[in-house]
């Protein structure tokens, strides 16, 4: 199993601050690296795929980067509605597919 | 628009079989990768398996004793089975579709079921 590592596993920042979560793979998955954002009682929202894409209709103070093992999740101003659980998740190996730990992020 | 929305009981016994459905609503079940993942209360997202229109499946070899997942075309739904459940399986159950090379990118709203006598 490819073991997806996520830290913080919490964080707390101010409105307006730059946040940034790192998310590490136990071997490369290339780029194949998705972020997805959940709040209380709600389905995963996908942010970015390909490890750097936004997907459509997404904010763009949302960003991620990295390849092989090393990614991270970038917010560039963050906002009251991002109050979230936020998951990386590997598309490289479907044996098994994996996520990462979560990382709550909360507003002060 | 497609929409996937989840059904099912919401109370399983345990050592009994779980059953879940997922309809499609607004598009075909063909071309996607049709997914199962569960999220314990208050913990992570683990994926349980995928089946494809041509009914090839995979499944994470944790759970695949116990899985199966199918597709039925004439009803453009697809479900879950997990057998022989424990406290442990309870969960929100959640299907979702990829393209493979693709995330999920729609997800239906959830079920909890929980497995208690």
């Known amino acids: 199993d490819i073991q997806m590592t996520q830290s913080p596993s919490t964080l707390s920042a101010s409105v307006g601050d730059r946040v940034t979560i790192t998310c590490r793979a136990s071997?490369?998955?290339?780029?194949?690296l998705a972020w997805y954002q959940q709040k209380p009682g709600k389905a995963p929202k996908v942010l970015i795929y390909?490890?750097?894409s936004l997907e459509s209709g997404v904010p763009s103070r949302f960003s991620g980067s990295g390849s092989g093992t090393e990614f991270t999740l970038t917010i560039s101003s963050l906002q009251p509605d991002d109050s979230a659980t936020y998951y990386c998740q590997q598309y490289n190996s479907y044996s098994p597919l994996t996520f990462g730990g979560g990382t709550k992020v909360e507003i002060k | 628009q497609v929409q996937l929305q989840e059904s099912g009981p919401g109370l399983v016994k345990p050592s009994e079989t779980l059953s879940l459905t997922c309809s499609v609503s607004?598009?075909?079940?063909?071309?996607?990768?049709w997914t199962w993942i569960r999220q314990p209360p208050g913990k992570g997202l683990e994926w349980i398996g995928y089946a494809l229109y041509s009914g090839d499946t995979h499944y994470n070899p944790s759970l695949k004793s116990r899985v199966s997942i199918s597709v039925d075309r004439s009803k453009n739904q697809f479900s879950l089975t997990l057998s022989s459940v424990t406290a442990a399986d309870t969960a929100v159950f959640y299907c979702a579709r990829t393209t493979g090379a693709r995330p999920f990118d729609l997800w239906g709203r959830g079920t909890l079921v929980t497995v208690s006598s």
């Open positions: 390909k490890a750097s």
């Open positions: 071997q490369s998955i290339s780029s194949w």
């Open positions: 607004g598009g075909s079940v063909s071309g996607y990768y």
